[in-house]
């Protein structure tokens, strides 16, 4: 009776508690976000839900937000669609986020996509994979956008993330668009074309999980915002020196010997190198790996390494994460290691400091103290099939899908942090996974897709998130795309040739090597001027190598929108959205004031839209337009890369170009003048190698120019200047 009574009691409750909460799925059952917490000036952080046991990126990033430099920033607002922000917390351990966008807003960003900048329209689901078109499946999908209208969004969790950015309609929506019939009957008017997509009023997350952090930024620009996002990351990558050198990555199976004749086929063609990469050749065992020495093809690595060094060229070897039953150290590494293997290789949990331990242990010694500069990470990315399952387990307890989110990332902080800045030696890197939260490291990430416009977008979709990207140079149809591939690399965060499978040289196709040669010189001396804005990137989180998005501010600058005619054959639903969008990213800005405009595949002529403002062309100094389309082509540049500079500028180079950075010290400046007005310039040196910058070790001038004269500002003079003397060289007459 009793028992009857109780179990009527609870069943009323349930009734009832599902009456309650039962949603009528109106935007008004969502929660309004009200707990944004100021973190800086424009910074914003906000946990919905439970937020103690998540794993968020920014955990995982270098160095501790830049709040000082952050507060140097004006003190910008939480925008009206940070403030009108709602969420849900589903009983079922998922999460929405619920973020009104205006009609004409455009979202763009989640890290390193190929296809273009904008995802308005877009499902994506983010995560760290090979890359794939249009779905959020990338080597880095960092969970962050920028919108037009002047606000970002970061997602601060390793959960998986389904983003629907302005596509899928509430019911109760206020801008909900017109029905329109498909089908009318041919004397009615419809008010406009059937729309597959409708565009939507938010952007709306889809997280799994009991909490979420969201950071929002502010700022006075879209540059100004990423800027901000960078610096809440700890600022951007510094890169030493010589890793903004020329790159060579020989074939995989070469030895010493063959390594050594190779850097003499350098000097001989008056080539620069700087860094030689080995492949997966160089290991004992691979792939899984045992990170030990092939003695059979290096047989004294120590005195190999040596000798490179004295050279002034670095050695970055290849590894995967994945270690081979030949290892000194799988025994170790065993217990410490995911339920799953990969490529037959144990998968170490690096979230445990012990595993770290093991595994540096073995680095330091064996790569680390002989003078090994770097490593290219492989192979942390998926496929699914190729990597552990979802279901895998750890033993610190990470879920499967955080470790594969954040695997690109663990492996960063631990060899950045525990190797080399704690024995104060900076490193350039690669790696194939990174995510949010990780402008801060000097990786660059490559891929083993090659479309040349894709590469060419890469470079600026990676500028919107805090990646750096290396758009190498592996192979190519004929000498034309070999030329215009090695001008895309040389105009980029790290200039790679990666001759592993190809086995190519820079003077593969001998009748352009005279132009290969001259677009690697040109690289070096523009040195002075790159490493700069790395120091720009560290400090004030501005990218050295950006979309011009981020330049020109504005969304319509970057992208042209047309409404498509349905077919309804072939393509009923118009490609799955309403617009068709084009966007121009084959422009790109490196450094703050040269403008690239590179020809792609094998173009020796293309259209250039300049933006406002007077743009000089580089080599000659003339005023190449303000605001219109011109046409540029190989024979006027002489088969360099199309480039232009901002009017006004300075841009501070070497005057005659070096084949090592090591023979930029005591080198003379020259600083270019473009255009008839006068800018001004920074000059940032330092060791080029150590982390003493950190500590205020460095050199900065301002220079500008004043009765024709240059004029030297010294902001900042710690030690005596790296460069023997600058002298102004005017470029326009
Ligand atoms: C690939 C990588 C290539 C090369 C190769 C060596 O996964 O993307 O660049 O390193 O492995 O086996």
Same mark, same amino acid.
């Given at each position: 009776?009793?028992?009857?009574?109780?179990?009527?009691?609870?069943?009323?409750?349930?009734?009832?508690?599902?009456?309650?909460?039962?949603?009528?799925?109106?935007?008004?059952?969502?929660?309004?976000?009200?707990?944004?917490?100021?973190?800086?000036?424009?910074?914003?952080?906000?946990?919905?839900?439970?937020?103690?046991?998540?794993?968020?990126?920014?955990?995982?990033?270098?160095?501790?937000?830049?709040?000082?430099?952050?507060?140097?920033?004006?003190?910008?607002?939480?925008?009206?669609?940070?403030?009108?922000?709602?969420?849900?917390?589903?009983?079922?351990?998922?999460?929405?986020?619920?973020?009104?966008?205006?009609?004409?807003?455009?979202?763009?960003?989640?890290?390193?996509?190929?296809?273009?900048?904008?995802?308005?329209?877009?499902?994506?689901?983010?995560?760290?994979?090979?890359?794939?078109?249009?779905?959020?499946?990338?080597?880095?999908?960092?969970?962050?956008?920028?919108?037009?209208?002047?606000?970002?969004?970061?997602?601060?969790?390793?959960?998986?993330?389904?983003?629907?950015?302005?596509?899928?309609?509430?019911?109760?929506?206020?801008?909900?668009?017109?029905?329109?019939?498909?089908?009318?009957?041919?004397?009615?008017?419809?008010?406009?074309?059937? $729309?597959? &997509?409708? =565009?939507?009023?938010?952007?709306? !997350?889809?997280?799994?999980? @009991?909490?979420?952090? *969201?950071? %929002?930024?502010?700022?006075?620009?879209?540059?100004?915002?990423?800027?901000?996002?960078?610096?809440?990351?700890?600022?951007?990558?510094?890169?030493?020196?010589?890793?903004?050198?020329?790159?060579?990555?020989?074939?995989?199976?070469?030895?010493?010997?063959?390594?050594?004749?190779?850097?003499?086929?350098?000097?001989?063609?008056?080539?620069?190198?700087?860094?030689?990469?080995?492949?997966?050749?160089?290991?004992?065992?691979?792939?899984?790996?045992?990170?030990?020495?092939?003695?059979?093809?290096?047989?004294?690595?120590?005195?190999?390494?040596?000798?490179?060094?004295?050279?002034?060229?670095?050695?970055? $070897?290849? &590894?995967? =994460?994945?270690?081979?039953?030949? !290892?000194?150290?799988?025994? @170790?590494?065993?217990? *410490?290691? %995911?339920?799953?293997?990969?490529?037959?290789?144990?998968?170490?949990?690096?979230?445990?400091?012990?595993?770290?331990?093991?595994?540096?242990?073995?680095?330091?010694?064996?790569?680390?103290?002989?003078?090994?500069?770097?490593?290219?990470?492989?192979?942390?990315?998926?496929?699914?099939?190729?990597?552990?399952?979802?279901?895998?387990?750890?033993?610190?307890?990470?879920?499967?899908?955080?470790?594969?989110?954040?695997?690109?990332?663990?492996?960063?902080?631990?060899?950045?942090?525990?190797?080399?800045?704690?024995?104060?030696?900076?490193?350039?890197?690669?790696?194939?996974?990174?995510?949010?939260?990780?402008?801060?490291?000097?990786?660059?990430?490559?891929?083993?897709?090659?479309?040349?416009?894709?590469?060419?977008?890469?470079?600026?979709?990676?500028?919107?998130?805090?990646?750096?990207?290396?758009?190498?140079?592996?192979?190519?149809?004929?000498?034309?795309?070999?030329?215009?591939?090695?001008?895309?690399?040389?105009?980029?965060?790290?200039?790679?040739?990666?001759?592993?499978?190809?086995?190519?040289?820079?003077?593969?196709?001998?009748?352009?090597?005279?132009?290969?040669?001259?677009?690697?010189?040109?690289?070096?001396?523009?040195?002075?001027?790159?490493?700069?804005?790395?120091?720009?990137?560290?400090?004030?989180?501005?990218?050295?190598?950006?979309?011009?998005?981020?330049?020109?501010?504005?969304?319509?600058?970057?992208?042209?929108?047309?409404?498509?005619?349905?077919?309804?054959?072939?393509?009923?639903?118009?490609?799955?959205?309403?617009?068709?969008?084009?966007?121009?990213?084959?422009?790109?800005?490196?450094?703050?004031?040269?403008?690239?405009?590179?020809?792609?595949?094998?173009?020796?002529?293309?259209?250039?839209?300049?933006?406002?403002?007077?743009?000089?062309?580089?080599?000659?100094?003339?005023?190449?337009?303000?605001?219109?389309?011109?046409?540029?082509?190989?024979?006027?540049?002489?088969?360099?890369?199309?480039?232009?500079?901002?009017?006004?500028?300075?841009?501070?180079?070497?005057?005659?170009?070096?084949?090592?950075?090591?023979?930029?010290?005591?080198?003379?400046?020259?600083?270019?003048?473009?255009?008839?007005?006068?800018?001004?310039?920074?000059?940032?040196?330092?060791?080029?190698?150590?982390?003493?910058?950190?500590?205020?070790?460095?050199?900065?001038?301002?220079?500008?120019?004043?009765?024709?004269?240059?004029?030297?500002?010294?902001?900042?003079?710690?030690?005596?200047?790296?460069?023997?003397?600058?002298?102004?060289?005017?470029?326009?007459?």
């Amino acid at each position: 009776m009793r028992f009857a009574f109780i179990l009527s009691l609870l069943k009323t409750i349930l009734v009832v508690n599902f009456v309650i909460a039962a949603p009528s799925g109106n935007i008004s059952d969502l929660k309004p976000i009200t707990n944004w917490q100021k973190l800086a000036n424009g910074v914003y952080v906000s946990g919905l839900g439970k937020t103690d046991k998540l794993y968020r990126y920014s955990d995982l990033a270098g160095e501790a937000p830049k709040i000082a430099a952050l507060n140097k920033l004006t003190d910008t607002p939480l925008t009206k669609a940070l403030k009108n922000a709602r969420y849900r917390l589903n009983p079922d351990h998922k999460i929405m986020v619920y973020i009104p966008t205006e009609p004409d807003e455009k979202i763009y960003g989640y890290g390193l996509q190929f296809d273009k900048t904008m995802r308005s329209g877009k499902v994506i689901e983010l995560k760290v994979d090979h890359y794939s078109k249009d779905g959020g499946s990338t080597h880095a999908p960092v969970p962050f956008y920028i919108s037009s209208k002047g606000y970002g969004v970061f997602f601060n969790t390793a959960a998986y993330l389904k983003i629907y950015n302005q596509v899928c309609n509430r019911k109760d929506s206020q801008a909900l668009p017109q029905e329109v019939d498909r089908n009318p009957p041919a004397d009615e008017k419809q008010p406009g074309p059937w $729309l597959a &997509v409708p =565009p939507s009023d938010a952007v709306e !997350a889809y997280v799994q999980g @009991d909490g979420i952090e *969201l950071v %929002g930024f502010t700022g006075t620009s879209l540059q100004d915002i990423v800027a901000r996002y960078n610096l809440y990351s700890g600022g951007g990558a510094m890169p030493p020196l010589w890793g903004l050198g020329f790159w060579h990555r020989t074939p995989a199976s070469f030895s010493a010997d063959e390594t050594e004749q190779e850097i003499a086929d350098f000097k001989d063609h008056n080539i620069p190198l700087d860094v030689i990469g080995l492949e997966p050749g160089w290991q004992s065992k691979s792939y899984p790996c045992t990170f030990e020495w092939q003695k059979k093809r290096f047989p004294d690595p120590a005195t190999f390494t040596q000798k490179l060094l004295d050279d002034g060229i670095r050695l970055n $070897l290849w &590894v995967n =994460p994945y270690i081979s039953k030949h !290892a000194r150290i799988y025994k @170790d590494m065993y217990p *410490l290691s %995911g339920s799953h293997t990969v490529w037959l290789g144990i998968a170490p949990d690096y979230m445990l400091p012990e595993a770290r331990k093991v595994l540096l242990d073995q680095h330091k010694t064996d790569h680390f103290d002989i003078g090994i500069s770097g490593y290219k990470i492989d192979e942390c990315d998926g496929y699914d099939f190729w990597l552990w399952p979802d279901h895998a387990t750890f033993p610190s307890g990470t879920p499967a899908e955080v470790m594969r989110q954040t695997y690109g990332m663990q492996l960063q902080r631990m060899i950045y942090k525990e190797l080399y800045q704690k024995n104060n030696r900076r490193t350039y890197s690669k790696v194939r996974a990174s995510n949010g939260a990780a402008s801060n490291y000097p990786f660059v990430i490559y891929s083993d897709s090659y479309g040349h416009d894709q590469y060419v977008t890469g470079i600026s979709a990676a500028s919107l998130g805090g990646i750096l990207w290396c758009p190498e140079i592996r192979s190519a149809k004929n000498s034309r795309e070999w030329i215009n591939r090695m001008h895309t690399t040389c105009l980029s965060p790290m200039a790679m040739l990666n001759a592993w499978a190809s086995k190519t040289k820079p003077w593969t196709y001998e009748e352009s090597t005279d132009a290969i040669r001259r677009t690697i010189q040109l690289r070096m001396k523009l040195l002075p001027y790159l490493y700069t804005a790395f120091a720009r990137y560290n400090q004030d989180g501005i990218p050295p190598v950006r979309s011009m998005l981020l330049e020109t501010g504005e969304a319509k600058a970057q992208a042209k929108s047309e409404t498509r005619k349905l077919d309804s054959e072939v393509d009923p639903y118009g490609d799955g959205f309403h617009q068709k969008i084009t966007e121009d990213n084959t422009l790109y800005m490196f450094g703050p004031d040269i403008l690239v405009a590179p020809f792609i595949n094998s173009q020796i002529e293309r259209k250039v839209n300049l933006p406002s403002g007077n743009w000089y062309d580089f080599y000659t100094g003339k005023l190449a337009g303000n605001g219109n389309t011109i046409v540029v082509t190989a024979v006027q540049t002489n088969d360099m890369p199309p480039l232009f500079v901002r009017g006004g500028s300075l841009i501070p180079m070497l005057k005659a170009p070096v084949n090592r950075t090591k023979d930029m010290r005591g080198a003379a400046i020259e600083i270019r003048h473009y255009g008839h007005k006068y800018g001004s310039c920074q000059l940032y040196e330092d060791d080029t190698t150590s982390f003493d910058y950190m500590k205020g070790n460095y050199n900065l001038y301002e220079f500008s120019v004043k009765d024709g004269e240059l004029v030297q500002k010294k902001l900042k003079q710690d030690s005596d200047s790296f460069y023997s003397g600058f002298e102004l060289r005017e470029m326009t007459q």
